[in-house]
């Protein structure tokens, strides 16, 4: 999908223009990072965001960045906090049938359904090439069933993996996914269940598709999440008229990019005032203003996502902007402004 040409390009493009922005830095300086601002969490600093213009506070959001090898020829991946990876399951999963993916007025639906080649796969393929670069490596992992959840947890419980982020709530899968990620109870039980089994600290990765937020994110932390990942996308629709049916083969699909953002903002801000473990923030980011938004919102740091199909510079021309807007405003470290909206 790289170099497509959304039709809907102009009415979001205007922000876009100014610099992608990508909320550079939280994850800090990959193996080198100094702990200044970082939150401690059991594990230490794990959350290495560092400090002063060394803080790399933004990374990519999963299933948009692929491991990063194609990105890895355009960008310097170094510059990256982190990169979170495709979903990845316990076998591999060929996904929902084709057409799949779509674009809508801002920004896209898809229903790709975590179709990913498993963990083995990653772990020889895809692993050795993410720890060439000094970055984070943050595995999504996904499931049918609780089992397979633990499964692909306890197997890379070994591996140089720097964190796991558990995807509950994937809306284009018809076991596990969403359904474990809605109920406030089943979330902290599959939490528990995955942190037993997990070697690296556990980031949860919330859907919007609750009525209180705050609810889950409770929960989330009751089982033991170390950090929190949100928003997912929302289940959204589009019609072809010309054909009169859906345009996804599976009829709805996940939709994110701008459009989804002040969504994600507002329950950015919620959770973050909710729990005390570090939110990463996502949904819509496509400027550094974006970024920084979420970061006033309370996120420790943030991921791009859709953004990056539209313009594969996005995260590092976000990192660029938030630099330039520290500078320009005599910020030396971004702890100075998350959160500061009351
Ligand atoms: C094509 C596509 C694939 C995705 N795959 C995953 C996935 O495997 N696991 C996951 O937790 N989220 C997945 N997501 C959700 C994103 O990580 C992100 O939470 C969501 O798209 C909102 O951010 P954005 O608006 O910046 O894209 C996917 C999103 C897209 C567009």
Redesign the pocket.
């Known amino acids: 999908m790289r170099g497509t040409c959304w039709h809907a390009r102009s009415a979001w493009q205007p922000s876009m223009g100014k610099a992608w922005k990508w909320c550079t830095g939280w994850w800090g300086r990959a193996r080198s990072s100094s702990p200044g601002c970082g939150i401690m969490t059991r594990y230490g600093s794990w959350g290495p965001w560092g400090t002063g213009s060394r803080c790399r506070r933004q990374g990519t959001?999963?299933?948009?960045f692929g491991s990063g090898r194609e990105y890895g020829e355009l960008i310097d991946l170094d510059r990256l906090g982190a990169v979170t990876v495709?979903?990845v399951s316990s076998e591999p999963w060929k996904g929902n049938p084709a057409p799949r993916?779509a674009e809508t007025q801002s920004?896209?639906l898809?229903s790709?359904g975590?179709q990913n080649p498993g963990v083995e796969h990653f772990i020889e393929h895809d692993l050795p090439f993410l720890r060439q670069h000094d970055t984070k490596i943050i595995v999504?992992i996904?499931g049918h069933t609780l089992a397979q959840y633990c499964a692909v947890a306890e197997r890379l419980a070994d591996c140089d993996v720097d964190m796991l982020?558990l995807?509950i709530?994937?809306p284009n899968v018809e076991e596990g996914g969403l359904a474990f990620g809605t109920d406030p109870h089943v979330v902290e039980r599959v939490v528990r269940a995955v942190r037993h089994y997990a070697g690296q600290p556990l980031a949860v990765?919330l859907s919007p598709e609750v009525a209180d937020i705050t609810e889950i994110a409770r929960a989330a932390v009751s089982g033991g999440a170390d950090a929190l990942s949100l928003?997912?996308?929302l289940r959204g629709m589009k019609i072809d008229i010309h054909r009169r049916r859906p345009v996804l083969a599976s009829k709805a699909g996940?939709c994110?990019?701008p459009g989804?953002m002040p969504v994600a903002l507002r329950m950015v801000y919620e959770v973050c005032r909710a729990v005390e473990v570090p939110v990463i923030g996502?949904?819509?980011?496509a400027t550094f203003e974006d970024a920084l938004e979420f970061i006033m919102a309370g996120a420790a740091a943030v991921a791009?996502?859709?953004?990056n199909f539209h313009n594969p510079y996005a995260t590092v021309e976000i990192i660029e902007g938030i630099r330039g807007y520290m500078e320009e405003n005599n910020i030396a470290s971004l702890e100075r402004i998350r959160g500061i909206i009351d």
Not at 61 to 64: D, P, Q, R
Not at 282 to 285: F, L, P, Q, S, T
Request: glycine share 24%; proline share 0%.
């Open positions: 959001a999963s299933g948009t495709k979903g993916i920004g896209m898809n790709i975590l999504n996904c982020e995807n709530s994937c990765k928003i997912n996308t996940g994110s990019g989804i996502m949904g819509g980011i791009v996502g859709t953004a």
